[in-house]
């Protein structure tokens, strides 16, 4: 059995961690709020922006977005968090992306990446080739930052430099759920169905010219709800760790504690032993 000094500073240290745990859960909570309710209010114009999309796009003669080719060059956009300390939020990441390399379609195509996040950089730059780092855009997360970062992606589609692209993201469910995302960024998905277009849409000035200006916005949304997304999950999956942490943490302390009251009374009663047997000895 350890010492008493040992069993204190023991305590003590894991009395620190758990006040570091229990104020870690609590920023995360704050921004959790403020982040959840961001991506809760703009999920319906993006998700609604996104469907006009597939549904026009198939239609529109402009097929520059929409047309599939063969699929030489991959570009995958992997998107974590900066910070680590937040469960397998980063580690889900990095198995989806090893996921993806394996799809069948894939298989004779170059696949690069670009990423958001410092924390899926550092696990892919040791083997995979990182065409961008994007990391600082969670220093200050905006729309006009992320719209930067799509028109790139955009450019890299229609200069053919890449003839797929993929994001791969945390999708926001609630404080305790993240749900994995891998969704086709371009060529934009066309809708099979053209339910869209049958209802009675007056389109004005026409329809193309709506369509071309609508694609690239669509475009711009759908990037920033991932990254909203990711975001919003980044901090739900770190209050969640942090509160099983701060749980561990006390339970620990109190096993401690308990052991430390034993340890104390066995070393009160070996005193005492000592003081009665050398009071009979003197006694003899």
Known sequence: ???????????????????????????????LKKAQD???????????????????SGSSEDK?????????KVLI?????????????????FKEVNNLKS???????????????????????????????????????????VSSICENLMTYYLSHEYDHVELVYNSFKNAATQIIKSEQFLPIPVSE???????????????????????????KMQLFKAVRDSFASEHGARMTAMHKATDNASELRDELKLTYNKARQASITNEILEIV?????LNN
């Open 277 to 281: 047997g050398g009071a009979e000895a």
């Open 64 to 72: 520059s977005f929409s047309l599939k080719r063969k699929i030489n």
């Open 1 to 31: 059995m350890a010492n008493l000094k040992e069993i204190r500073i023991r305590i003590g240290s894991v009395s620190s961690t758990m006040q570091i745990t229990s104020a870690m859960k609590m920023v995360s909570a704050a921004k």
């Open 77 to 93: 956009v992997a998107i974590s968090s900066n910070r680590g300390l937040c469960g397998a939020f980063n580690a889900n990441i």
């Open 38 to 56: 961001a991506i809760t209010a703009m999920r319906p114009y993006s998700n609604k922006l996104s469907e006009l999309m597939n549904s026009f």
């Open 193 to 219: 169905s053209n339910d869209s277009l049958k209802m009675d849409y007056i389109f004005e000035p026409s329809q193309e010219s709506i369509v071309n200006t609508l694609i690239p916005k669509s475009l």
């Open 103 to 145: 799809k069948p379609e894939y298989k004779n195509s170059e696949i690069h990446f670009l990423t958001i996040g410092k924390k899926i950089n550092d696990s892919l730059s040791k083997t995979e080739k990182i065409i961008k780092n994007e990391s600082e855009l969670f220093d200050n997360l905006n729309y006009q930052n």
